[in-house]
Structures are given as C-alpha cells and as structure tokens.
Antibody
Framework: EVQLVESGEGLVQPGSSMKLSCVAS????????MNWIRQAPKKGLEWIAL????????YYADSVKGRFTISRDNSKNTLYLEMNSLRSEDTAMYYC??????WGQGVMVTVSS | DIVMTQAPLSVSVTPGESASISCRSS???????????VYWYLQKPGKSPQLLIY???NLASGVPDRFSGSGSETDFTLKISRVEAEDVGIYYC?????????FGSGTKLEIK
C-alpha cells in the first residue's frame, strides 16, 4: 500500500524557519517526482513545489520562490520542505503528493505572533 | 498560469442518482504525446485529497467504477453514477501539464 507520512507540524512566529518531512513507503520512491501542495484554512489547493525523481530539477510557485526549498533523500525515501522567512499567509495544511498519485495526510503549519 | 474553472460550486444529489461536475482549462491540456493531463480529486470531510481520475479518463487504483472522466482538450467532466453517501466531499480538477500545477476551486457534493 502506498503511504506518505508528513511530519514537522507546528506553530511558529513570522520570520522564522521550519522544516517538513514526508516519508514514503509502498512504492519505489526514487522513480517518482514529488510535490508539496498546501491548503489554507477553508480554502482551495495551492501547489507550491515539485522535485524530479533524481533531484535534477526543482520548481516553485511564485508565492514561495526564494523562501522555500524542496529536497529529497532517495536513500531514506524522504521528501523535505525547508521553509524560511515564514509569513502569516503561509499558514496552511501542507501535503506531500506523489506525481499522479497518492497524497499524505498533511501537517498543519501555523505562522502567528 | 493555466486557470481551471469548475462548475457548479455545489451539487445536491439523491442517493442512487448521477452527478456531473465540469471543469474548463484556459489552455489545451493535450500534450504532443497524446496524453491529456487533467486529474480529478475528492477531498472527503477532514481528510486529504485522494486521486480519482488521472490523465482525463483513467480510474485510479481502488476507485469504484461509478466514477468516470471524459472531455476534450479544454473541457472536462467527472461523472458519478449511482451516488452513495460516502461520495460527499469537495471535488477538485487539476492540471499537471505544466508548472505551476493548478487546481479548480472545487465543487461540493452533498446528499439530499
């Protein structure tokens, strides 16, 4: 069974940093591109980052470009999202999602003073 | 960016009847490889989105065959036959043709 399990949930102050992790199982992680997608409270879905299966290419939404960094460790079947200079508008549920496939259960990131 | 426009905003369906949700893209989602990169997701209350349909008309693993997807290069339809109580939630279309990936604003399905 394909599983994606995020961690790193928390409450942080504006301007601070945070790192999310997503551990994959049930499929060959190193064969797939991976995404981070977020959903602000009571809002729709916003894609924020994509990394190719071999880390050769990375893409970001304009809203996070220069502040967030997506990475992966195929030896650990783990996807990461490093978030810097966090803003209140970054408050959302963050999901990792396999290309054309399953999504994790999500972790809540709250940015507030 | 490709804009995905869904309709209706909400739909109320009697169990056993059918429902259709529409999605329109601002640009053709047909790639030169012949694949149309439109996807359908269902977000059940309190849960993460789950993939229902990929590449316009392919049923994702474990999804009941009551769900089907169809369309053209820019106009797409998700049809749910014989709606059941477990189908309630918000349905999103999304495009994976190009970055940034974009989603429709969602259609809420309720049971009468």
């Amino acid at each position: 069974e394909v599983q994606l399990v995020e961690s790193g949930e928390g409450l942080v102050q504006p301007g601070s940093s945070m790192k999310l992790s997503c551990v994959a199982s049930g499929f060959t992680f190193s064969n797939y591109g991976m995404n981070w997608i977020r959903q602000a409270p009571k809002k729709g879905l916003e894609w924020i980052a994509l990394i190719y299966y071999d880390s050769s290419s990375k893409y970001y939404a304009d809203s996070v470009k220069g502040r967030f960094t997506i990475s992966r460790d195929n030896s650990k079947n783990t996807l990461y999202l490093e978030m810097n200079s966090l803003r209140s508008e970054d408050t959302a549920m963050y999901y990792c999602a396999r290309d054309e496939g399953a999504w994790g259960q999500g972790v809540m990131v709250t940015v507030s003073s | 960016d490709i804009v995905m426009t869904q309709a209706p905003l909400s739909v109320s369906v009697t169990p056993g009847e059918s429902a259709s949700i529409s999605c329109r893209s601002s640009k053709s989602l047909l790639h030169s490889n012949g694949i149309t990169y439109v996807y359908w997701y269902l977000q059940k209350p309190g849960k993460s989105p789950q993939l229902l349909i990929y590449r316009m008309s392919n049923l994702a693993s474990g999804v009941p065959d009551r769900f089907s997807g169809s369309g053209s290069e820019t106009d797409f339809t998700l049809k749910i036959s014989r709606v059941e109580a477990e189908d309630v939630g918000i349905y999103y279309c999304g495009q994976l043709l190009e970055n940034p990936l974009t989603f429709g604003s969602g259609t809420k399905l309720e049971i009468k």
